[in-house]
């Protein structure tokens, strides 16, 4: 799936469609995800609210 960002303020914006969003379980107005770069390739995932902050 390919995507393209937008400016949003004084950065870029990628918007994540709703059957991605479903497949990790997130919840947008509740969760919050982590983001790592890993040999260039861009990692997202949801933060475990138990392990959160250890």
């Known amino acids: 799936m390919e995507r393209k960002l937008f400016r949003a303020g004084n950065g870029w914006s990628l918007f ?4 991605i969003i ?19 390739i861009l990692k997202i995932k949801k933060v475990d609210k138990k392990h959160e902050g250890t």
């Open 16 to 19: 994540l469609p709703k059957v």
């Open 22 to 40: 479903e497949l990790l379980k997130i919840d947008p107005e509740n969760d919050t995800i982590e983001m790592q770069i890993e040999n260039d």
